[in-house]
């Protein structure tokens, strides 16, 4: 055992990787209802290592946070640039309504408890679940002209802070969303989310089921004797208002492609493309002919993701896209699969209004849909290559960015490096949605970045605050735990009154706006949940991206506010 630990010492890198171990496979026990997440979980194995004296150098923090940094600016610089659009600007407005108020609420009740710069950015951090705060006051509080003891002091106070309000920050933020914010609205979520859906055309009352516009299918059927000699473009006008196509014919001559005035022949075989829902229902026109004819159906199909940005479809219906694109002959047969804003997919139905930065996923024909994918945008090229280069420019860029100042009445100001990685993954990502050949990010790799970055990141800080941390919990354990769940509770609840009584918001995409701006992908899940349906999404994507970029500069705004 003393060898062990004469040996985690000497290499505190090996120190760092067990403490990943430990608190990932704590994250997997679950005891009754209780299951810490990752994020928690390394933290408090960090701790428990730490108490071995342990000392880890502080710029592997860096590297590990700078990761994650970057890789939530690349996931969100699309909708976060998009935000700056009027159609959005309601959604902002309650973002910086939410943050200023959290930011606001911290301040106070620091100074009302005697809480240090590092508690209260502690407290920021965990009451809005927001982990990036505690990556900009650790940088902050290292530039403080301080003592090392004192440094040390601020930077234990952080890590107790957030260690302990985080899981009740999580805990509130799922109680407002899914009770108090309905409540407070009068709204039945469920009702309200449906009727919503009703209004876009959305088939099912989860947003996810079968639509005239998804779960696409291609079936073959034995053209009837009373559609002989009649043209394909009436075979497929019998299905309207859903869209179904007849991709191919086998005729006494072969295969064929037909065109809209090509005329049917009894004994033809018909592949058509088309929505489940409408080839399966017993009405279809040709029920009870299918046949099996797998060199009929054999079509080379492909699925494509395209960045909306063309003027034309932006800030339009699904229709809009669905008429306008169809208008073209090459165009039958091209589906839209999905359409994702801030990487969550939306409620699909022809009245969902497409907004510039949107991801649409085509479905059809590879030809046809390689020749459409270009007219609405930015065709994201299917590639699994990474772009180290755009990363690592964008990476030393922003941080670069990040730690110029400007000397303003004797103090010396400056986004800090955190704050400059998050803008240079912005941008990066705004870079990427405007042109898909540069700095391309496969998911994977940004959610390893995203995972292990921030795990890797409060690994480290909870080695190195283990020595003080029990003290400072027993310290201040219980004015944490009511300040995290003030911090959490008064900023949302200004913000569902402000949204809902003077904005006028629809309550589903209100909630949707208050866990984006609260940094909160459980809170979202834990309202879709509630409402049964995805419109919460609507208001979830800007807000996040917005809300991601003001809780990161709030660590380092209260260190300043609260150390001076």
């Not at 700078?66 to 959604?91: A, D, E, H, K, M």
Request: charged share 15%.
């Amino acid at each position: 055992m003393i060898w062990l630990v004469e040996t985690l010492r000497r290499h505190p890198e090996i120190a760092v990787f067990l403490t990943l171990a430990l608190g990932y496979g704590l994250a997997r026990v679950r005891i009754g209802l209780i299951q810490l997440n990752a994020v928690v979980a390394v933290l408090i194995a960090g701790v428990a290592v730490g108490q071995l004296q342990i000392e880890v150098p502080a710029s592997l923090q860096w590297v590990f946070f700078v990761l994650f940094l970057f890789s939530i600016g690349y996931q969100t610089g699309p909708q976060f640039f998009r935000g700056l659009g009027r159609s959005t600007l309601p959604q902002v407005w309650l973002t910086l309504l939410l943050c200023g108020a959290a930011l606001a609420t911290v301040f106070a009740l620091a100074s009302l408890l005697g809480f240090d710069a590092g508690a209260g950015a502690g407290l920021l951090a965990g009451g809005m679940t927001a982990s990036a705060t505690i990556g900009t006051a650790s940088d902050a509080i290292a530039s403080l002209p301080l003592e090392s003891s004192a440094v040390s002091n601020l930077s234990t106070s952080l890590t107790v802070a957030f260690a302990v309000t985080y899981m009740v920050g999580l805990l509130t933020e799922i109680f407002i969303l899914t009770k108090l914010g309905p409540w407070l609205m009068r709204a039945d979520i469920a009702a309200e989310c449906r009727q919503l859906e009703s209004e876009m055309g959305v088939e099912g009352g989860d947003g996810s089921a079968e639509s005239a516009y998804r779960g696409i299918v291609l079936r073959a059927y034995v053209v009837p004797s009373h559609l002989d000699g009649r043209p394909v473009a009436e075979l497929e006008q019998l299905y309207s208002p859903a869209r179904v196509y007849a991709e191919r014919l086998r005729t006494p001559e072969g295969l064929v492609e037909p065109a809209p005035t090509d005329r049917l022949r009894t004994g033809f075989v018909v592949a058509l493309s088309g929505n489940r829902v409408s080839l399966v229902d017993p009405a279809n026109p040709l029920a009870g002919t299918e046949v099996d004819d797998p060199e009929l159906l054999d079509i080379p199909t492909a699925a494509v993701s395209v960045i909306i940005a063309a003027k034309e479809f932006a800030d339009r219906t699904v229709e809009h896209l669905a008429e306008t694109v169809g208008r073209e002959d090459r165009s039958r047969g091209v589906f839209v699969r999905e359409i994702q804003r801030g990487g969550k997919d939306l409620p699909l139905g022809p009245r969902l209004v497409v907004e510039g930065g949107d991801v649409v996923t085509l479905v059809g024909p590879a030809a046809k849909v390689e020749r459409i994918a270009p007219m609405l945008g930015h065709v994201l090229p299917p590639t699994a290559n990474t772009d180290l280069l755009g990363m690592t420019v964008a990476i030393a860029i922003g941080g670069i960015v990040g730690l110029m100042t400007v000397r303003l009445g004797g103090l010396d100001v400056g986004l800090s490096l955190p704050v400059g990685v998050l803008l240079g993954g912005l941008v990066a990502g705004w870079l990427h949605s405007v042109r898909p050949t540069v700095a391309a990010m496969p998911e994977r790799v940004l959610n390893l970045f995203d995972s292990i970055g921030l795990t890797g990141f409060l690994a480290v800080v909870g080695i190195n605050a283990g020595p003080g941390f029990i003290v400072g919990l027993a310290e201040s354990g219980i004015p944490l735990v009511l300040a995290g769940f003030l911090v959490c509770l008064i900023p949302n609840v200004v913000t569902i009154l402000t949204g809902r009584y003077l904005m006028r918001m629809h309550p589903g995409v209100l909630l949707g706006v208050c866990a984006g701006a609260g940094t909160s992908a459980v809170g979202l899940a834990a309202v879709q949940e509630k409402a049964g349906s995805k419109i919460p999404t609507l208001g979830y994507g800007v807000s996040f991206s917005v809300g991601n970029f003001l809780v990161a500069l709030w660590g380092t705004v209260l260190v300043m506010a609260l150390g001076a």
